[in-house]
């Protein structure tokens, strides 16, 4: 499952401890790779979905990652790719409460904070992973 350490490092952004950093966001991207690959509700859907490639875009910060996933395979990276079928972009704030539960990624779309080119199903898709993704984990530290 989830190693201990990955699950550690998720505990104390989820409670705040420590500095934070746009970067953080691949911690999450972890989690998903490694319950892709062993959680089988989960693996099943990244089985099942046609792969996507989404690129992230932290506005007021200049940061940028990707996350691909589908066919079975989880992957992520730092900086730019090429020919994302979608493209979010937010400021640090909105990521942030996006990421911690406090803000609605659909309440976010239509307010405008939450800025999406490319493929709506796509995106839609991938908020449903990361949303089971979210349930997993809480699970595991017996939220």
């Known amino acids: ?21 746009p970067s953080d966001a691949l911690v999450l991207c972890e989690a998903l790779k490694q319950l892709a690959a062993e959680n ?3 693996k099943e859907e990244v089985e099942d979905m046609d792969t996507i490639l989404v690129q992230f875009v932290w506005t007021d910060v200049d940061y940028k990652y990707w996350v691909k ?3 079975g395979e989880v992957d ?7 020919d994302p079928s979608v493209t979010m972009k937010a400021t640090s ?14 309440s976010a779309y239509m307010s405008g904070d939450l ?6 199903q796509d995106a839609i898709a991938y908020g449903e992973i990361n949303g089971m993704v979210g349930d997993v984990l809480k699970e595991l530290r017996g939220e």
Request: negative net charge; hydrophobic residues 30%.
């Open 93 to 106: 704030t909105t990521w942030g409460g996006l990421g911690a539960g406090e803000i609605d990624a659909t």
């Open 40 to 42: 089988e509700d989960i």
């Open 69 to 71: 996933i589908g066919e």
């Open 115 to 120: 800025l999406i080119d490319g493929t709506l």
């Open 1 to 21: 499952m989830v190693s201990d350490d990955l699950l550690q490092k998720l505990k104390a952004l989820r409670d705040g401890g420590g500095e934070r950093s």
């Open 76 to 82: 992520y990276g730092e900086g730019e790719t090429e």
